[in-house]
């Protein structure tokens, strides 16, 4: 009798694992939409710095301009006035710098312009690659998540079909969340899983009694042979 409640045990393992592949291969999905959503917020950023750093080169770029109007205006009161050529001479240095500098900020908003038309020219692309793997990965997404309900559909009626030792032994087994699972089976008078030593004995009750057993050590449930 326990025969068919160990293959079910089988089938919950098996139904168990595809669930996780399809988890996995969902998150593989999730992640590839990741990586290029993560791609355009970077882009973005980078545009608003770029637009704050080109206002603030022009704020710097009027005052200097008001700047070198006031110097012009100054330099050409004290030539009507004959100023001399040396107090005229600071007031051209001064006017010669307040260009310079804007024209280093001219340039810099220039270069700020080009990397944002370039940035938006690759934003322009990655929306459309957005939009192909998109729907791509979103259509993938959705088809493992229907797989998994109905996995999980197929696992509840499994849980709720064993015979109540059975079940008790899976949930409990199951809590403890496992890596690789929660079964093993006998190796050689030993847990295959933990390599814990069982008696011959006990691996007689396990393979050729099929009584239900967990490992001492590991708490795995013990899969008789030919189940
Ligand atoms: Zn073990």
Redesign the pocket.
């Given at each position: 009798m326990n025969d068919e409640w160990f293959s079910k045990l089988k089938e919950f393992d098996s139904l168990t694992n595809m669930k996780t592949r399809h988890l996995a291969q969902m998150d593989e999905q999730k992640k590839r939409l990741d990586v290029l959503n993560l791609k355009r917020q970077e882009k973005e950023e980078s545009i608003n710095h770029a637009l704050k750093a080109i206002h603030e080169l022009q704020q710097n770029y009027h005052e200097t301009e008001k700047k070198l109007i006031t110097c012009e205006q100054q330099s050409s009161r004290l030539r009507d006035s004959g100023a001399s050529e040396e107090k005229l001479g600071n007031y051209i240095k001064e006017a010669e710098k307040l260009e310079s500098e804007m024209f280093v900020q001219l340039e810099k908003i220039e270069a700020l312009e080009v990397e944002i038309e370039e940035s938006k020219t690759f934003l322009i692309g990655l929306n459309k690659t957005f939009e192909e793997i998109g729907y791509e990965a979103q259509n993938e997404i959705g088809i493992h998540q229907n797989e998994i309900v109905q996995l999980e559909k197929r696992l509840e009626l499994i849980l709720n079909t064993l015979p109540l030792d059975f079940k008790n032994a899976l949930e409990k087994t199951l809590k403890k969340k496992l890596a690789i699972g929660p079964f093993?089976r006998t190796d050689q008078s030993?847990?295959?899983?933990?390599?814990?030593k069982i008696s011959r004995t006990e691996e007689s009750e396990i393979d050729v009694q099929k009584i239900l057993k967990f490992?001492?050590?590991?708490?795995?449930i013990f899969l008789p042979y030919g189940c």
């Open positions: 093993t030993h847990c295959y899983f933990c390599r814990y490992c001492p050590q590991c708490s795995r």
